[in-house]
């Protein structure tokens, strides 16, 4: 189990090494995200996380604007 939500777990997580991505990819992840709560793009996050849920490749974190939680789903056009 890993954390989600930044303060919540689920079963069948698994972490994933965010910080092992090259700097350039953490750094675009990091700057291209969407807001639910603002309802905006590109805010930025911080405080990320790594993981895989139901074989779904997650990247969560906090809106640098608002500090709600924001995610980022990857798909194989992202790696």
Not at 29 to 39: E, G, N, Q, V
Request: aromatic share 8%; proline share 3%; hydrophobic share 30%.
């Amino acid at each position: 189990m890993v954390q989600h939500s930044l303060n919540d777990t689920l079963e069948g997580m698994v972490a994933r090494d965010f910080e092992g991505r090259s700097n350039e990819d953490k750094a675009d992840f990091l700057k291209h995200t969407w807001c639910d709560h603002c309802a905006e793009a590109d805010l930025g996050m911080d405080q990320p996380i790594e993981y895989e849920y139901k074989g779904i490749v997650t990247i969560e974190g906090r809106c640098l604007v608002c500090r709600q939680p924001v995610y980022t789903e990857l798909t194989d056009d992202s790696f």
